[in-house]
């Protein structure tokens, strides 16, 4: 049963560090997502990679947040430094765009960052 | 640009009656419409979606959406509510960049 995973499932720091977040895309999954969810802004888009290709990062804050795909099965996720506003659920998801533009997203199950 | 709204932050229900979430699309061509659903401390799952064809789809979990042109709606339903389903509810379609497009999330409870 292929799922996306994601690490660490929960992550604690303290302002001004810096948090990496990792996620592993479904194999053969040629697009992936990074989302992050809070109660106030709900699911907001941050970065899309296609072919590991970054198609859209414009939801990120550039100055702080890097997203990255090193290699097929590796997407990054960075935030240096990091504040307490950056606090949210942060999800990867994975899909396999074909030809028709038809395709579903496979989520991973979250970090949860806490930045105190 | 591609956008769907669902009106309702919240819907209650009795266990045993139908339930509906609604969905209202704005796009430009043909609609590429989905849902999901998000339990408690865990990501999105995908449960059906509308690309062609048969008006109603059916999904996991006994669920169905009707996909309504003329109202521009892909309303979430099933005929007899679960406890289970308790969960939030995310309507999307897909954007001109071939990325998905969510909605605000609509909360749906389910009472015994």
């Known amino acids: 049963d292929a799922r996306v995973t994601q690490t660490p499932r929960h992550k604690v720091t303290e302002m001004g560090q810096e948090v990496t977040m990792r996620c592993q895309p479904i194999?053969?999954?040629?697009?992936v997502f990074w989302y992050r969810q809070t109660m106030m802004q709900g699911l907001e888009l941050l970065a899309y990679f296609r072919n590991r290709a970054p198609l859209d990062d414009s939801g990120m804050p550039k100055d702080r947040f890097s997203a990255e795909m090193p290699d097929a099965t590796l997407a990054t996720l960075k935030i240096q430094p990091s504040e307490p506003r950056d606090s949210a659920v942060y999800f990867c998801?994975?899909?396999?765009?074909?030809?028709?533009?038809?395709?579903?997203?496979?989520f991973g199950p979250g970090t949860r960052l806490t930045v105190t | 640009a591609q956008s769907v709204a669902q009106p309702e932050d919240q819907v209650n229900v009795a266990e045993g009656n139908p339930l509906t979430v609604k969905c209202t699309y704005s796009?430009?061509?043909?609609?590429?419409l989905f849902w999901y659903v998000q339990y408690p401390n865990r990501g999105l799952q995908f449960l059906l979606k509308?690309?062609?064809?048969?008006?109603l789809v059916k999904g996991s979990y006994g669920f169905e959406a009707e996909f309504n042109k003329s109202q521009t709606s892909f309303h979430l339903k099933k005929p007899s509510a679960l406890v289970s389903d308790s969960a939030l509810y995310f309507c999307?379609?897909?954007?001109?960049?071939?990325?998905?497009?969510f909605g605000a999330g609509t909360r749906l409870t389910v009472k015994p």
């Open positions: 194999l053969g999954h040629n697009t």
């Open positions: 796009v430009s061509g043909n609609p590429y």
């Open positions: 509308y690309i062609t064809g048969d008006n």
């Open positions: 998801a994975s899909g396999l765009l074909t030809g028709t533009g038809s395709y579903e997203q496979y």
């Open positions: 999307a379609v897909r954007g001109n960049n071939n990325d998905m497009r």
